[in-house]
């Protein structure tokens, strides 16, 4: 967007904050069909909003997968927050993988695919570039995060008895055993250059193993991850929950660790729209975007956890059992091999006062940078001009101030020195330094 265009916009909002929104925030008592309960004087009214602060259209077409951490589109929609704010049209799409969310955006809703989505953090930045848009730019926005913590790497049960956790090093055992049998170990993830992607690798060099040197790296959806290691497709998968709660539930393999022990309170999911969307229609994004962060404050206390878990495991969103949604989102984590942790602080966050929403820039500079490190972006791509494109933290703001939440304003872009599980540091004021620290790359 030119920084007339940027000018514009917060213009635009600022107006819409002196508007006449009536924000009572996320009542539980609203019907989850999205209807307010009439005989209910608490319930969330639809918003009262002036012809000027009226969104530009009230359709929008969004994309999510089913993964725990898209419960924030979910429940704005099945709340009713999305109506509230004027975006009474809004339709939620069930994608089959991060292939297929790509290449709907990259078609937008004019063309019979999305306007914006639930996705991972990286692919906005890789979209931009058209790193994964076969080199044609397709110009993207990251209007909020969703998630902190919330993933897993887990491993078949034929390698329980090697006992991998935390350390990556262990993963040494599973390697020998597999080649010893005469095959090529394989691990999982969702999507090449996204946050599963980086995690593994992440993790695995940590221990000494180079990824695709050592081991393969296959891609499958998430929603197929447990069937495909059923099937004895992959030795371990990094995916998002339900799925490891569910591997587990089954009988079919076992955490090795969550990805809030790899970093904890790590950035993953991003809301994300087209770049051209957003410009156009200034006023329903952000309407959209306020829907979001009140369905991440609602979906971020523990009373309306359960709730959520219903809500989500139907047909239409996951088609999973809310028994594997429900105890991984309360903090209770069922590693399947004897621990069981209560209340753990890596439980997946959605506001966290708003640390979990804000889209720290200093976050989006460590996924560039990593993705310079595996190969998916060029050495010398400048990140802060392209996180200038793609971040917009500049209508977050605005969103939190007309909802009430101003003190959830962070004071910097950058969330500061960021902390691995193996005391590598990540200083987003050295990415370079970062860069140079690691001892397995792809780089040249």
Not at 295 to 303: G, N, R, S, T, Y
Not at 309 to 318: G, L, N, T
Request: aromatic residues 8%; proline residues 5%.
């Amino acid at each position: 967007m030119s920084q007339l265009s940027r000018r514009k916009f917060i213009i635009t909002a600022s107006a819409t904050a002196a508007g006449t929104f009536l924000v009572n925030g996320c009542s539980s008592k609203v019907k989850s069909g999205g209807s307010a309960d009439s005989s209910n004087p608490s319930a969330v009214p639809a918003a009262n909003v002036n012809a000027a602060d009226a969104p530009e259209t009230t359709t929008a077409t969004l994309g999510f997968i089913a993964l725990t951490d898209s419960s924030p589109l979910i429940i704005a929609k099945e709340k009713g927050l999305l109506a509230k704010y004027g975006m009474s049209d809004v339709k939620l799409v069930k994608q089959t993988s991060w292939a297929a969310t790509r290449d709907n955006l990259v078609t937008g809703s004019a063309g019979g695919g999305i306007d914006g989505a639930h996705i991972l953090t990286p692919m906005p930045y890789l979209m931009t570039t058209g790193k994964i848009t076969e080199g044609k730019p397709v110009p993207m926005y990251i209007l909020a995060r969703l998630n902190l913590n919330g993933q897993g790497i887990s491993v078949a049960n034929t390698y329980k008895d090697l006992k991998v956790g935390l350390k990556s090093d262990e993963m040494k055992k599973v390697l020998a055993k597999v080649k010893s049998a005469g095959k090529e170990p394989k691990f999982a993830v969702t999507f090449p250059g996204g946050t599963h992607d980086l995690w593994m690798r992440y993790w695995l060099s940590a221990g000494g193993i180079t990824p695709k040197k050592d081991a393969s790296l296959i891609v499958i959806p998430p929603p197929q991850m447990v069937a495909n290691m059923k099937e004895g497709q992959m030795e371990a998968f990094c995916v998002g929950e339900p799925w490891n709660a569910q591997l587990v539930n089954q009988g079919i393999g076992y955490t090795a660790l969550t990805t809030g022990e790899l970093w904890n309170n790590h950035p993953e999911k991003a809301l994300t729209m087209r770049a051209d969307w957003v410009d156009k229609n200034p006023k329903a994004a952000k309407a959209i975007l306020m829907a979001v962060m009140e369905a991440q404050i609602w979906c971020d206390k523990m009373e309306n956890k359960a709730e959520m878990a219903e809500i989500v495991s139907q047909q239409k969103y996951f088609k999973a059992p809310a028994k594997d949604i429900v105890d991984r989102a309360m903090g209770k984590f069922d590693y399947g091999d004897g621990r069981v942790v209560e209340n753990s602080p890596h439980v997946m966050k959605f506001w966290m006062n708003g640390e979990a929403s804000y889209p720290f820039q200093s976050h989006d500079l460590w996924f560039i940078t990593e993705d310079k490190r595996w190969g998916y972006l060029p050495v010398d791509l400048d990140s802060q001009e392209l996180i200038k494109k793609v971040n917009r933290e500049d209508i977050w703001k605005e969103a939190a101030k007309t909802i009430g939440q101003e003190a959830a304003i962070p004071k910097s872009t950058s969330r500061g020195v960021e902390t691995f599980f193996d005391g590598t540091k990540f200083d987003p004021e050295d990415p370079e330094g970062y860069l140079k620290s690691l001892k397995i790359t792809a780089i040249a």
